[in-house]
């Protein structure tokens, strides 16, 4: 019988998610700030836990995908599947060792652009009106291939330039992506649910506001400023928005776990995963933030 379709697996993998932040980030260094290689505040990512992290992602992407292709589309959800199982496998792998390197490391480099070809085919199909899309939105396809690209890039290329490119890079990329999935718990929510289609709506103004705020600071940092204390208080508005969501999220994973939800939701592993990816944006702001603070602001860190 195949795991995935067994009650067993969903209850495992509720069981087992992890309500507290965990920081799947960085190794931090010592920052000098009287040092002018202030990129030295954040050494590298710490590539093993990034890679068990992700892992899950991809799995539980492959997963999805298969839940949402029509029946009549037998190749498609084989080939989902065996991306089930292969990350599965790999995840295997990644639990026993200490480093990743060697073999596993290829394996898993290849197993990712695998699946990013997988997703942006399905895409393909879609986009040409050449298959069916089931319940398997174009824009979380392409939302889905964007997390396996950026997987890909923290395996190919594990070391950041500098504290704030990199803090303002992580919350571009983050933010659009808790956008996205607002915007997706909108689409599949019963339109019975009006309290939490308010409440989803609110968040995905907010998650919209910020976004294009992030965005225009980006673009104003490729000035080289030698400090940017308006980072620190955007980063500092992200995380208490991002927190909120992320207990939005948790509880409607609650909800729909005990069926007290109507929505067209496959599973309610969806709604801990999209749970996890908001913790896992908030262990990245938690760290980088006052690496960024100590070394380009004019700001004091809270003692």
């Known amino acids: 019988m195949d795991d995935y379709n067994n009650d067993n697996f969903y209850k495992e993998e509720y069981d087992s998610a992890d309500y507290e932040t965990t920081d799947y980030s960085m190794n931090k260094c010592d920052c000098r700030t009287d040092s002018p290689l202030c990129k030295k505040c954040v050494c590298q990512y710490n590539r093993l836990e990034e890679a068990r992290f992700w892992s899950r992602i991809m799995q539980e992407h492959a997963l999805f995908i298969k839940l949402g292709l029509p029946a009549d589309q037998p190749m498609l959800r084989e080939e989902a599947q065996n991306f089930i199982d292969l990350f599965e496998n790999l995840r295997r792998r990644l639990d026993k060792v200490n480093r990743l390197e060697g073999d596993l490391l290829e394996d898993l480099i290849k197993a990712v652009k695998l699946i990013i070809e997988f997703k942006a085919k399905l895409l393909r199909l879609l986009i040409q009106c050449k298959e069916a899309p089931g319940s398997n939105y174009p824009l979380l396809l392409?939302?889905?291939?964007?997390?396996?690209?950026?997987?890909?890039?923290?395996?190919l290329k594990p070391e950041p330039e500098d504290s704030l490119d990199l803090l303002l890079e992580q919350e571009v990329f983050w933010l659009r992506i808790m956008k996205e999935h607002i915007e997706f718990v909108i689409h599949l929510l019963d339109p019975s649910e009006r309290e939490l289609l308010e409440q989803a709506e609110g968040f995905r103004k907010i998650f919209s506001r910020l976004l294009e705020t992030g965005r225009d600071l980006e673009s104003m940092n490729g000035v080289r400023p030698k400090n940017f204390n308006t980072v620190i208080r955007f980063t500092q508005d992200v995380i208490k928005n991002t927190m909120l969501l992320r207990d939005f999220k948790a509880a409607a994973f609650e909800l729909a776990k005990l069926c007290e939800v109507l929505s067209i939701i496959s599973t309610p592993l969806l709604l801990d995963h999209i749970r996890r990816e908001a913790d896992k944006f908030l262990s990245e702001l938690?760290?980088?933030?006052?690496?960024?603070?100590?070394?380009?602001s004019t700001l004091k860190q809270d003692k």
């Open 286 to 296: 938690n760290m980088l933030l006052p690496e960024v603070t100590k070394c380009q």
């Open 142 to 155: 392409d939302h889905t291939r964007r997390e396996a690209k950026r997987f890909l890039g923290l395996l």
